[in-house]
């Protein structure tokens, strides 16, 4: 049997954590489109239930099961894979992402046979051509890859170099997920903040970058090629678009605005940084039909953020492009951190009141427990404060998002939590037949304290992540202004 005979033999399944809302994952699209491209055609994504996945895992095929991993999800995702390799010892466990990507060690574990370093979607389909298919071997020299052989031994593969052109990458397959809500993209890669929190500035260095060359976008022509088939495909819906700093390229967003108006016309939500801001970025923006604009503030603190977070803006500066974009006539979401180092829970709640001040309503404020993330340097600034064992990846689940941090940090911690799952129920919960919506931002301080003090907040916590995931919330989702934007 030839190498596209394997192929139609070849079963990759895709692992995430789509039970809490990874629902949109558009690095797993578009290694499907790659994989496709090259001939694998039976791609499958599964949730992480053990149960699930057996099922899917069939006699007389080659299964690998890829896991794109995030920190918060490392410890989970490593039970799962040596449970998978105990029971089905042919199975060949994949792991990419962020995390892999910055702790390669994590291929010492017993369930994972390769780990991916850096951008995947040549990586994955070379590797899977370079499997030894008649012998059921792993490839040992394929850049970008740590691979563990069958008799344990690891070879560290070289990284493999980034994809300059990501025009020639094909559009990703979102027959994986069909959209809900929104229709989601992503069309330049890079950044040029260095934020401490964020493990962008983390992927230029592993590259050797500055931002010049790591920064990549695709074409006008491609994009609005994009957008089009996916809007046919799936309806005219709004579009949020999540490059990190959307319009970076000045003569790529004049081109942009001129031609999306006129060729697509819907509007769409977009990242922003309050560095970049001006007239004519705003103009350009509401030109093209911009309905929302994303920046992060993280918090109401100046100082703590230009010497903490790195982040080179003054509140003064903050307010000033609000009022500037609010006179463009678009509506502003704000992201702020709270539980930072050093922090206090007075702090977190100023920085709560400050976005409350500056965003456009309550629904536009998303509140994120700091993530002390592997590739980060904030991480790398207070790491004596974590536990010794490197693959210690604990963290806190709450109603929407994971958290890893760490009390040795700040001993409220387990009140943060919960500040956290609050914002998330009380910014976005429209009480159906009474006209009115409760927000936790419209409560004094004292009021706020009192909540996530009060024992009763765990039987609540459980409920919501129950309703969330009920099919009957998304049926009555006229009720949850969230899912109306």
């Known amino acids: ?19 809490n809302g990874f629902r949109n994952s558009l690095g797993i699209c578009l290694l499907s489109a790659c994989l496709k491209r090259a001939g694998f055609k039976n ?10 996945i057996k099922k899917l895992i069939k006699a007389n095929r080659f299964t ?59 990586a994955l389909v070379e590797f899977l051509e370079n499997y030894d298919y008649r012998n059921k071997k792993v490839p040992e020299n394929v850049p970008g890859w ?23 990458l094909p559009d990703p397959d979102r027959s994986l997920f069909p959209p809900f809500g929104k229709l989601h993209f992503i069309f330049s890669r890079g950044c040029p903040g260095y934020c401490s929190f964020c493990a962008m500035p983390g992927m230029k260095h592993f590259y050797d ?33 999540h490059d ?67 982040k080179n803006f003054t509140n003064t500066d903050f307010f000033s492009v609000i ?60 790491q004596t404060f974590f536990p010794k064992d490197k693959e210690d990846f604990r963290f806190s689940r709450n109603v929407k998002y994971p958290v890893l941090n760490y009390k040795s940090l700040r001993k409220d911690l387990h009140l943060l939590y919960r500040l956290q799952s609050l914002t998330t129920l009380f910014a976005y919960l429209v009480i159906p037949g009474l006209g009115i919506r409760r927000t936790i931002f419209e409560l004094p301080p004292k009021v706020v304290k009192l909540l996530i003090h009060l024992p009763v907040f765990h039987i609540s916590n459980m409920l919501a992540k129950k309703i969330i995931k009920h099919d009957s919330f998304k049926k009555n989702k006229k009720y949850f202004s969230f899912f109306k934007k």
């Not at 999800?73 to 990507?101: M, Q, S, W």
Request: charged share 30%; proline share 3%.
């Open 209 to 241: 970058k500055n931002f010049k060359d790591y920064f990549r976008t695709r074409s006008v022509d491609k994009t609005l090629a994009e957008i089009k088939s996916v809007v046919a495909s799936f309806g005219r819906q709004n579009l949020f678009f």
């Open 43 to 52: 791609i499958k994504v599964c949730d992480q239930r053990f149960s699930k």
């Open 64 to 122: 690998f099961i890829a896991f794109s991993t995030l920190s918060v999800y490392t410890r989970p995702y490593l039970r799962l894979a040596e449970k998978l390799k105990r029971k089905f010892p042919e199975v060949v466990t994949l792991f990419g992402g962020p995390h892999p990507t910055f702790m390669p060690e994590m291929i010492e574990n017993y369930g994972v046979d390769a780990v991916c370093r850096g951008e995947a979607e040549r």
């Open 323 to 382: 009022k500037l974009a609010r006179s463009y006539g678009l509506e502003v979401d704000v992201f702020i951190l709270i539980g930072l180092p050093d922090g206090k829970l007075e702090d977190d709640l100023n920085s709560m009141a400050m976005a409350a001040e500056a965003s456009s309503n309550y629904h536009n404020i998303s509140v994120q427990v700091l993530c002390y993330l592997p590739g980060t340097s904030i991480r790398k600034k207070y």
């Open 146 to 168: 740590w691979i563990k052989d069958f008799n344990g031994r690891i070879i560290k593969n070289n990284r493999a170099e980034i994809i300059n052109d990501i025009d020639s």
């Open 1 to 19: 049997m030839d190498k596209n005979g394997f192929k139609n033999k070849v079963d990759v399944i895709f692992v995430g954590d789509f039970l």
């Open 244 to 310: 990190s700093i959307f319009g970076l390229d000045r003569n790529w967003l004049k081109e942009f605005s001129r031609r999306y108006r006129l060729e697509v016309g819907l509007p769409f939500f977009c990242n922003s940084s309050i560095n970049i801001v001006d007239h004519e970025y705003l103009q350009l923006l509401k030109s093209a039909g911009c309905k929302n604009i994303f920046f992060g503030l993280e918090t109401a603190d100046q100082e703590v953020r230009r010497r903490v977070l790195k």
